[in-house]
């Protein structure tokens, strides 16, 4: 059947406007954040990347699996992010890396060929583009410019977040 992520990428990508880098921090309860993600995926498709804040493993892997379950609902992609041993547990889509975080090939190893793997960056690089581990970038600060011709899905920090409570980082998809 060959690699199934490098068949199926650009259909799976396909429509996800925004990424949601989105921590429960700022929420009074796991109902509270739960219910925000599920309002936000309900008007959206999009790729969720949950990030660890002052919670045990334990906790991040329960709430992990709950926002996986709402994803899969709301045909939406649920990764993990910086954590390739709780994208791993909890069977996730994937994992969004920043620069301190493990290498993409350590990941890649981890999650297996099938998986995706993403990365923040302040600064895109010929080195990120030409990496073919990693399958979409997140922008912070770029030139739109330098995005085009990437032939991976690039995602742009936005100027405002589109979800003002709690603590979801917003980047929109530009190529």
Do not use: W
């Not at 008007?43 to 699996?65: A, E, M, P």
Request: glycine fraction near 4%; proline fraction near 1%.
């Amino acid at each position: 059947m060959g690699n199934f992520k490098e068949k199926y990428k650009n259909i799976i990508f396909k429509n996800k406007k925004y990424c949601i880098i989105a921590d429960n921090f700022g929420f009074k309860n796991d109902d509270e954040f739960l219910n925000n993600i599920a309002d936000f995926l309900s008007k959206n498709k999009c790729i969720i990347s949950f990030v660890k804040n002052g919670i045990t493993d334990k906790k991040y892997i329960d709430l992990s699996r709950k926002i996986k379950i709402l994803c899969n609902e709301f045909n939406s992609i649920f990764m993990v992010n910086s954590r390739a041993d709780i994208a791993f547990i909890t069977e996730s889509s994937g994992i969004i890396l920043n620069k301190n975080d493990i290498s993409v090939n350590d990941a890649a190893e981890i999650l297996g060929e099938n998986s995706f793997i993403g990365i923040i960056t302040d600064k895109l690089t010929c080195d990120d583009i030409a990496d073919e581990n990693i399958d979409f970038i997140l922008c912070e600060n770029v030139d739109e410019n330098q995005i085009l011709n990437t032939g991976k899905p690039v995602f742009i920090k936005t100027k405002h977040d589109v979800y003002n409570s709690g603590n979801f980082k917003t980047f929109m998809i530009k190529s």
